[in-house]
């Protein structure tokens, strides 16, 4: 159990690491407000969960199953999403608040909403990415049961 949240964990921080880096990226080139590059960002969580099940069954192959691998994968997806949305409540409340009213007011045409709410947002889309990405990888990870038959 502990050897799999530590590893579980030290994709977590690679994933939230790669997330800042690439919209950090994207605001250097200003196309942060873009929303069709977060795409990328499922290709993020989504590699940095393949990449943490894969280590803990390479690692732990007798150990290895399905709810083993399902939960490597919600934690470090889960993780990843609390560090990254971390990062984006500092960046949007204290670094470049422009961007904070900006999002609120094309999304909600009113800027005195919150941006409380755009966090939320950000977990919420997170968290469930995070269960959908793991439960189609593991797809792929899974023991399988299935006699295969010459025929």
């Known amino acids: ?57 390479d690692e732990y192959v007798e150990d290895f199953s399905y709810v083993n691998g399902f939960k490597v994968g919600l934690i470090t997806g889960f993780v990843s999403t609390i560090l990254f949305a971390i990062f984006m409540a500092i960046y949007l409340f204290h670094i470049d608040t422009g961007f904070k009213d900006m999002l609120l007011r094309d999304w909600l045409h009113n800027v005195n909403q919150g941006g409380g709410l ?16 793991t439960l189609a990888n593991m797809q792929y990870f899974k023991k399988s049961t299935k006699i295969f038959q010459n025929t």
Not at 7 to 17: D, E, F, P, R
Not at 118 to 133: A, D, N, R, Y
């Open 118 to 133: 755009l966090i939320f947002i950000l977990l919420l889309e997170g968290f469930s990415s995070s269960v959908v990405i």
């Open 1 to 57: 159990m502990k050897n799999s949240v530590r590893l579980a964990v030290k994709y977590a921080i690679y994933t939230a690491v790669a997330l800042i880096v690439y919209f950090l990226a994207l605001r250097t080139v200003d196309f942060h407000e873009n929303p069709w590059f977060r795409v990328l960002n499922g290709i993020v969580v989504a590699f940095g969960i393949f990449s943490a099940i894969r280590d803990y069954k």
